[in-house]
């Protein structure tokens, strides 16, 4: 395999290309080609039903019932502004994006009705699943692999936020709260439920003015993204769009709040659409090997991030 190598801006070219084709070598371990059919979704989650189903009768879905509840009623305008201010500082740690994935052991995500697995093995699993149907696309592999990252903010070095403030499906704030979104009722608790500014059906916003100019309730998707775009990933607009709005099922499953895209959002949601099959019907008990897929994730990592970035 070669690959282009960016013309160095140092006087001392050869130490800087040596030390840029060592990183190279390491960062291109063979891919492992061991099982190479291609992804199956299946028909049932883990726990024996439909995938997303939040009107089963089980303990766990109560629980999740309960997570939107708390969810729909805290997340205003005025909330995601606080959030974005404060999370926009980038001042919580400095690390790398494998100690990322690492940190992730410790989380499980309440909302999810398909999966109680530490959140590393999902992503893992969304990436492995994702990389045998389309295995030159790698940036797509490596999306997959960090779009949760950002629910590290549950831990408390990260400001230890609840997890109605982190997980959950997201939606827009500033506009009216679409029917479609997971367990509507509870918004009528939400003080901008009440606020004319707010609850029409493009209240804040203008027709395709593009989801870059809207606010979504504040977790772990818009999170990410920041820490990625910020410290400066050279991830494809896809892969970016992808991290951002993977959890905004009113959007991409429901087809609505479309009136708020612009053109280039129409087209980045193509690849979100291929993306979410892997993110959901990936979720299963069978663990994947961390030290067996290391290697090529660390040559992905280093391609498109900086060693380290600001959290
Ligand atoms: O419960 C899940 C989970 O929190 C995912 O990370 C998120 O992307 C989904 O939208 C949500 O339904
Ligand atoms: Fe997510
Ligand atoms: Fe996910």
């Not at 979704?41 to 009768?57: H, K, L, S, T, V």
């Not at 400095?94 to 999966?115: F, K, Y």
Request: hydrophobic share 35%; charged share 30%.
């Amino acid at each position: 395999m070669t690959f282009a190598v960016e013309k160095p801006m140092f006087e001392d070219v050869s130490a800087f290309q040596k030390k840029r084709e060592d990183k190279i070598e390491f960062s291109m371990p063979k891919m492992t080609t061991e099982d190479d059919e291609a992804f199956l979704a299946p028909e049932m989650n883990a726990f024996g039903r439909q995938f997303r189903d939040y009107d089963a009768e089980s303990e766990r879905q109560k629980s999740v019932e309960e997570f939107y509840r708390t969810q729909h009623i805290n997340q205003t305008v005025d909330f995601v502004k606080k959030m974005r201010a404060e999370y926009g500082k980038l001042d919580k740690k400095v690390m790398s994006i494998w100690e990322c994935c690492e940190l992730l052991n410790e989380v499980v995500d309440e909302s999810d009705p398909d999966l109680d697995e530490p959140q590393i093995q999902h992503l893992l699993q969304s990436a492995e699943a994702i990389r045998k149907d389309y295995p030159n696309e790698d940036w797509l592999h490596l999306t997959a692999l960090i779009h949760d990252l950002g629910k590290v903010i549950t831990l408390p070095q990260f400001g230890g936020l609840p997890q109605w403030a982190v997980v959950g499906d997201t939606f827009p704030v500033g506009c009216a709260f679409d029917e479609s979104i997971v367990h509507h009722k509870y918004f009528l608790e939400n003080p901008d439920f009440q606020n004319k500014a707010y609850n029409t059906k493009t209240g804040i916003y203008t027709e395709g003015c593009g989801l870059n100019n809207v606010m979504m309730s504040w977790g772990h998707d818009d999170y990410m993204y920041l820490v990625a775009k910020e410290n400066g990933s050279t991830l494809p607009s896809a892969g970016q769009f992808i991290i951002r709005y993977h959890s905004f099922y009113p959007l991409h499953t429901a087809g609505e709040y479309t009136h708020l895209m612009n053109e280039e959002d129409k087209e980045n949601l193509k690849w979100l659409h291929i993306f979410n099959k892997y993110d959901l019907y990936s979720k299963s008990k069978v663990h994947v090997d961390v030290e067996k897929v290391k290697p090529y994730y660390m040559s992905l990592i280093n391609k498109y991030f900086p060693e380290t970035l600001r959290w």
